[in-house]
DNA sequence: TATTATATGTAGCCTTCGCTACACATGTTG
DNA sequence: CAACATGTGTAGCGAAGGCTACATATAATA
């Protein structure tokens, strides 16, 4: 039977490799943390179209756009609002604060970028458009600068 | 007081739009429903990289290298236990199911691409492994066969 | 305006990932 | 082998996102 190589022991504990090990444990916690993040991010995002198209943001047509119930909306938007992201009045639509805005146009922004770049790899439309939706919560201000330039460079020949 | 535009209607709900929101829906369900297996990938991902140094997965070295406490390895274990990614024998070491053990490997193989491809992209190493970490799970076959594309173009020179 | 359709809200449930605190098993070492 | 250190397990909590079922409010229309 296979013993233990290092027994008990909190594998190679080396200086070295510890700080690797907390390194990798660090870019973990930032990325569940950017989960939570992200679903912020996909309300102001549906918030601030459908109050561009429709002029106001409506919970079921929210919950239509995001694939889920409007009691989920209902819910999250009630999160929202601690964060101070968006603002509600009973049986009243839902409209977005100053962060939220600013917040919106972010996302938004950085959703157009990583779908263009996508797109300029030779992704497809319908791909790009899927894959963005995940990605596009996991880009550092690093790299999105990476992927718009590369998007001048296919541009500019 | 702005009333509304389109009063209690859904939305300007010609056919056309119809669809385009049904499909923004489905994204988002999709993104939704990754999130499980991200976890899930993580795991197996760090379980495998510790039997490949260490010659066994441990409790507290998963946690210590995911940035949670051993609770909350033990408990998502269990999860993978039931879909049958892992298997545990009381205060014994964690082991990988063959399912698993695949699983691993499908990840590891995206994290790589995502990493190498970041780096071929003119991204510093630490945002290429901090973004790859979120990035890999949401990246569709379509989108990692650009990638890998986009490195073999860079490499032959 | 009364009826009906649609939207919003509330109650209460499930699941998942987090945590702390404490109990128990296993390994290491004097 | 006894004592101590370290790893594993369990109880019980919170926050979040999801749901169904039902109650209530608002809007459209006969």
Redesign the interface.
């Known amino acids: 039977m296979?013993r233990?190589?290092?027994p008990q022991n909190?594998?190679?504990r080396n200086t070295t490799d510890g700080r690797r090990?907390e390194?990798?444990?660090?870019?973990?916690?930032?990325?569940?943390k950017?989960?939570l993040s992200e679903i912020a991010e996909?309300y102001v995002e549906v918030i601030a179209e459908?109050i561009d198209?429709?002029?106001?943001a409506r919970a079921?047509?929210i919950a239509?756009?995001?694939?889920v119930t409007h009691v989920t909306v209902v819910k999250t938007i009630a999160r929202l609002v601690r964060e101070d992201l968006v603002s509600t009045k009973p049986y009243r639509s839902i409209f977005l604060t100053d962060a939220g805005r600013q917040l919106a146009e972010k996302a938004r922004h950085r959703h157009q970028i990583v779908v263009r770049f996508?797109k300029s790899?030779?992704?497809?439309d319908a791909?790009?458009?899927?894959?963005a939706?995940?990605?596009e919560?996991?880009?550092?201000a690093?790299?999105l600068q990476?992927?718009e330039?590369?998007c001048r460079r296919m541009n500019h020949e």
Chains 1, 2 share one sequence.
Do not use: K
């Open positions: 296979a233990r190589i290092s909190p594998e190679s090990v390194q990798q444990a660090e870019n973990h916690r930032r990325t569940r950017a989960h996909d459908l198209s429709n002029g106001e079921v047509d239509r756009r995001l694939g996508l790899l030779g992704v497809s791909a790009a458009n899927a894959d939706e995940g990605i919560h996991h880009v550092s690093e790299t990476a992927f330039q590369y």
